[in-house]
Each structure stands twice: as C-alpha cells, then as structure tokens.
C-alpha cells in the first residue's frame, strides 16, 4: 500500500464550481500534512497546512480526519487560475524527515 | 518569501557522462537539504536528505555512488549524476529547510535532464 494515496482524477470541472480532493495517508504516526499544487513542469508550491480543526483560506478549505487517516481539499467557486496537479503531502518527523508526496490529482476548470 | 535556486533549468547530455545539478538557498541557511525524483505522471520521490557538513542519507533503491550529494555550506547543496543513462531523465527538484522557520520547505525550480 502507497503511503498516501490520492483520488486519480483528472477532474475537468467548468468556471464556479466547487470540488473537493480526497487523501488517505498509511502512517498512523504522520504529524504534520499539507496540500500543494504542481504547475505542469513546474515545482511544487505550498498552499495550505492542514490541521485538525480544519482551516481555511479564501476559497480552499481543508480538513484532517487522523481517526481516519483521511485528508480532504475543498475549492469553491473555481478559476480557471486553479487548473493544476494537487498534491497531498505528510511528514512523519517534524524534525528530521522530509516530504512524502501523493501522485496527485490533476484539476482542469474550463469556461 | 524564501527563494530556492536550482542549477541549470535543463540540461541533455550523451549517455556516460556525469551531471552536476547545484541547490542554492538565496536568502535564508538552510541546515538540511532534501533531493527529488519526479517522473512523468508520478509523484515526487524523495531520493536523499543532505545535512551541511555531514554524509546525505539516501532512501532505499537509491545508489549513493551513482547519486553523489556535497552540502558544503549552508546554503549550497549539489547532487552529480554520474555516468548517465537514459534510464536516469527525470526531473530534479530540491527543496531546503529554513534553519529558523523550521517546519516549511522550498522548493528549486527543478532541473530537466534528458539523456540521450
């Protein structure tokens, strides 16, 4: 079993839409969890942390279910600006260990 | 915000030769470096972890000899592939830990190598 898994999309949505990205991560033990978004050749870039109260900012919210081991992304009201792979991310040691990747879920939002 | 240069963009080069792919921290020290694999379609897989002034600790499948990593200061890390195959094109990302802002990473622009 992969250590995070991601819903394999691609997810081809119009202008306005809302949808959400699902993660399951394998290690109980991860600590901290992130989401980034991947431009096509480009390097990956932070765009929210994830914590158990869930947060938000702007358009994205993002949930954290440890019970479950399940990771959630919510994009209201889509741009065509939002178009990219997202990928979920865990670490398992603040301290010393680095990032482990999902595959990611492509979004493609079209007028 | 800070910025994390990688060096060069791309490169193509014959099969055998070594490559050397250099991992600047523009703005900040960055005690721990880490090294990135991504294939098309596949996720970033995490090829080695760089300490300034000591060994890199590589991942499991990956051949240290083969993937030579320096972190030489703290805000230089290099990775050399050496004796290229095609087997080897990837893209290359190194991301760098703020030894002040501890918990954040970022990222390299990426380098694109081809071998032919």
């Known amino acids: 079993r992969k250590e995070v898994e991601q819903d394999p999309g691609p997810f081809n949505v119009p202008e306005g839409a809302t949808v959400a990205f699902n993660c399951t991560y394998s290690n109980s033990a991860s600590q901290s969890f992130f989401w980034y978004r991947q431009d096509c050749r480009k390097e990956p870039k932070l765009l929210m942390s994830?914590?158990?109260s869930g947060n938000e900012d702007g358009r994205f919210t993002a949930q954290l279910n440890r019970a479950s081991q399940y990771i959630s992304l919510l994009i209201r009201d889509s741009k065509l600006s939002d178009s990219a792979t997202y990928l979920c991310v865990v670490t398992t040691n603040q301290a010393g260990t680095a990032l482990i990747f999902g595959k990611g879920t492509t979004l493609s939002v079209s007028s | 915000g800070a910025v994390v240069s990688q060096h060069p963009s791309w490169v193509i080069c014959k099969s055998g030769t070594s490559v050397k792919i250099e991992c600047r921290s523009l703005?900040?020290?960055?005690?721990?470096m880490f090294w990135y694999r991504q294939f098309p379609k596949q996720s970033l897989m995490l090829m080695a972890t760089?300490?300034?002034?000591?060994?890199?600790?590589?991942e499991q499948g990956v051949e240290k000899d083969k993937f030579l990593i320096n972190h030489a200061s703290l805000t230089l890390s290099t990775l050399t592939v050496t004796s290229a195959h095609p087997e080897d094109s990837s893209f290359y990302i190194c991301s760098a830990r703020d030894r002040v802002a501890y918990n954040e990473q970022f990222f390299g622009p990426g380098t694109r190598l081809t071998v032919l």
């Open positions: 760089s300490n300034e002034g000591s060994k890199a600790t590589y």
């Open positions: 703005d900040f020290q960055a005690t721990t």
């Open positions: 994830v914590y158990s």
